[in-house]
């Protein structure tokens, strides 16, 4: 089919030489490390309350939920009586400074998540939130705050009062996962899917510093997609992520939902298949696959396409409860890493339940692309024991870490061509209760892993919401 038109075989080595994997790594770079120094409590009661087998203040394709800019870091969350929260502590900081912004969480719904996203332009900073697949909560800042954060005052009458547009541009009425990205220019850029899962579309729109424009639709929910078992005619596309590397490339790998279960070979398990990756070299205007084709526009009738060719960097089909919106970072040459779960086949060619199955026997893999340009996959080997996501970053000489569930934390140097994945902290102590929202603004800044985790509690009983620290090889 044309969207296999990538050799499979590109991915059958697992193993493979150091200097084709990294292309930058020297022999006296330092391995992977991690060395805890610290965690803070954010809340001692948060909300909490289990939904899409995920808690709203720790879903870990919130892009982002932690971020560092100009010497401070900021997290958002939802507090026991459903407020939203922003906070901000200088960097090294064991105290939070916490703003309600004006808002309340609407639904015990894990996806209606609170995103956050720095104009560079202006020095603000802007939240989105309280959305799955109807309307948002946007609030931002005054000018100027991000860039002043120790001679400006931490109050609310820093905030803007919540608009369900932004500045009065309408996007659509079922909007869902918000991501802001900053361009290399200082714009900030949402992205942001319109319509429901399985017949969705990924769209983008852009703050200027002055006024938000939307950029419009860049992927397409037509086309037929057909496996062993059925067809389908509808589906979305999952962002793994949006990310500008420093070269001012955009990149974002994705996988496919189809609409029509028929694809699958039992209906206990999810209808994702196949990773796929894209980028922009203009800043999302148009979108090329890896071997540099154009394959849709931004805006206008070409979209990308589950029919289009050369998409497909790890094939998959439907039978292997494949994790949508799982992780992807970029090395320091700007070459795409990625994060992506499933059930391999050695433990049987057909899931038929979806968190059973990932809980028993799901694994991580390390997609990424060498300097030679071919993909390489590895498994990473540490049982998921778990149904839920895989963070991933890389440090200043492109070791790659894995967070997983509950904290846990695997690293691979890329001095090995990424075989040598270990754990490097086991989670002991955290009482975490899944997934955790990394801050992936902070490793380039000062070389700090740092991450967002609720305590386990049950039924809706408010927990303690933390965020703890590693430093990286200097």
Known sequence: ????????????????????????????????????????????????????????????????????????????????????????????????????????LRYNDSHNVISMGVSKADGRLHLNMDSHSDGFTYVKSVAGLMDNPGGLSWTAARFGAPQSTLDGLALTSQFTYPQFVSTPEGRLQLSYRVAVSGNGRNALAEYDGTQWTNLGEWSGSTGTYASEHGSSTARNMYLHGIDYDRNGRLHSFFTWREQNGAVMCNGGGISNHDTGYVYSDDRGRTWR??????????????????????????????????????????????????????????????????????????????????????????????PLNSSQRTKLILDKYDNAYAVFPFGRIAGASAASGYTDWKILFDGSGLNAFGEVVIDETRVAQDGVLSFMYQEKSSGTTPSALHVIDFRLPA
């Open 1 to 104: 089919m044309h969207r296999r038109t990538l050799l499979a075989a590109a991915l059958a080595g697992a193993v493979v030489t150091p200097a084709l994997a990294s292309g930058t790594a020297r022999a006296a770079d330092p391995g992977p490390s991690v060395t805890r120094t610290g965690t803070t409590t954010l809340d001692g009661q948060a909300v909490f309350f289990v939904s899409y087998d995920g808690l709203v203040n720790n879903n870990a394709f919130q892009k982002n939920g932690l971020l560092t800019y100009k010497g401070y870091q900021y997290a958002v969350w939802y507090t026991a009586d459903r407020n939203a929260v922003v906070g901000r502590r200088a960097l090294g900081s064991s105290t939070w400074s916490t703003v309600k912004v004006g808002h309340t």
């Open 289 to 382: 696959n890896n071997a540099g084709t154009v394959v849709g526009t931004t805006g206008g009738s070409d979209k990308v396409s589950v029919n289009d060719t050369g998409l497909v960097v790890d094939p998959l089909n439907a039978d292997h409860s494949l994790m949508n919106q799982e992780s992807q970072f970029t090395d320091s040459a700007g070459r795409p890493h990625a994060i992506i779960s499933y059930v391999p086949g050695r433990f049987g060619q057909c899931t038929t339940n979806y968190v059973a199955n990932r809980t028993a026997n799901g694994r991580a893999f390390h997609v990424r692309r060498n300097a030679s340009g071919t993909w390489q996959k590895t498994e990473i080997p540490v």
